[in-house]
């Protein structure tokens, strides 16, 4: 079935192309392995996720999703890749991951379903692939509870970022597949506060994640101006 609604079909291909790859890690998607530490433990740091009930939103994988639920989270992650979503339902059998589910819906249809329902939202390298990223940001802020966390991350848009993250990552160091991330759809920091605080989430805290092509590490940072993450809270 076609997916139709909030939703770009070429940017579900790309993805469910490389499904089988989602858990190589030195394959395509080994900036996603190597940034999930990070972001994991930020978030883990800001809110303890042992316990809660997590949603992730264009889980992909899973790569996210399985590790919040290491943590002792009840994680489901969605996303409208089925491929994507058999390789991260596979990996949990294999890998015997607790707590963790995966479904084929689309953000706007669970929240429908299941509004006020979350403590953790996570909405990570996703925003960037949708036609109206602010639909997204709208159906996680329904998806929280009052006094919840929603999670995004995405990349910045400025001259800077289409050097680092486009021409830099794509065709230079070639740590993602050329064309991965288009430069019109890239987000601002100011945009996606703009676009939470709209829909009744508070900016509370945000961080750059750098790349250092010599050690080929990942850290976060203060510098949003490529790669960012933003945490925003429901008002309780
Ligand atoms: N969040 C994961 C995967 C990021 S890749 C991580 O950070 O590890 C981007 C994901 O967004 C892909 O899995 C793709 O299938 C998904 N995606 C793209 N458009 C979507 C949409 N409209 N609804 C749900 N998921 C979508």
């Given at each position: 079935?076609?997916?139709?609604?909030?939703?770009?079909?070429?940017?579900?291909?790309?993805?469910?192309?490389?499904?089988?790859?989602?858990?190589?890690?030195?394959?395509?998607?080994?900036?996603l392995?190597?940034i999930n530490?990070?972001r994991l433990?930020?978030i883990?740091?800001?809110?303890?996720?042992?316990?809660?009930?997590v949603?992730d939103?264009g889980c992909g994988g899973g790569i996210l999703t399985d590790a919040m639920a290491?943590?002792?989270?009840?994680v489901?992650g969605?996303?409208?890749?089925?491929?994507?979503?058999?390789?991260?339902?596979?990996?949990?059998?294999?890998?015997?991951?607790?707590?963790?589910?995966?479904?084929?819906?689309?953000?706007?249809?669970?929240?429908?379903?299941?509004?006020?329902?979350?403590?953790?939202?996570t909405c990570m390298e996703?925003?960037?692939?949708?036609?109206?990223?602010?639909?997204?940001?709208?159906?996680?802020?329904?998806?929280?509870?009052?006094?919840?966390?929603?999670f995004?991350s995405?990349?910045?848009?400025?001259?800077?970022?289409?050097?680092?993250?486009?021409?830099?990552?794509?065709?230079?160091?070639?740590?993602?597949?050329?064309?991965?991330?288009?430069?019109?759809?890239?987000?601002?920091?100011?945009?996606?506060?703009?676009?939470?605080?709209?829909?009744?989430?508070?900016?509370?805290?945000?961080?750059?994640?750098?790349?250092?092509?010599?050690?080929?590490?990942?850290?976060?940072?203060?510098?949003?101006?490529?790669?960012?993450?933003?945490?925003?809270?429901?008002?309780?």
């Amino acid at each position: 079935m076609r997916p139709t609604g909030n939703v770009d079909p070429a940017e579900l291909a790309k993805f469910s192309q490389l499904a089988h790859r989602w858990w190589d890690q030195e394959g395509e998607f080994r900036p996603l392995h190597q940034i999930n530490p990070l972001r994991l433990d930020w978030i883990d740091g800001l809110v303890p996720l042992k316990g809660l009930q997590v949603v992730d939103i264009g889980c992909g994988g899973g790569i996210l999703t399985d590790a919040m639920a290491r943590k002792g989270a009840q994680v489901l992650g969605v996303d409208l890749a089925s491929k994507s979503l058999r390789v991260a339902q596979l990996h949990a059998l294999e890998a015997q991951t607790p707590r963790v589910q995966y479904r084929e819906i689309g953000a706007e249809a669970l929240a429908a379903e299941l509004p006020g329902h979350f403590d953790v939202v996570t909405c990570m390298e996703m925003l960037e692939h949708v036609p109206d990223p602010e639909s997204v940001v709208r159906a996680c802020a329904a998806l929280v509870k009052p006094g919840g966390w929603v999670f995004f991350s995405t990349i910045n848009r400025n001259p800077k970022s289409f050097l680092y993250a486009i021409v830099g990552a794509e065709y230079v160091l070639n740590l993602l597949p050329r064309g991965t991330h288009a430069y019109k759809k890239l987000i601002r920091p100011a945009e996606l506060a703009g676009f939470a605080r709209s829909n009744g989430l508070e900016l509370r805290h945000a961080r750059g994640m750098g790349y250092n092509p010599l050690n080929r590490r990942y850290a976060l940072t203060r510098d949003t101006s490529v790669n960012y993450l933003l945490a925003t809270q429901k008002a309780p």
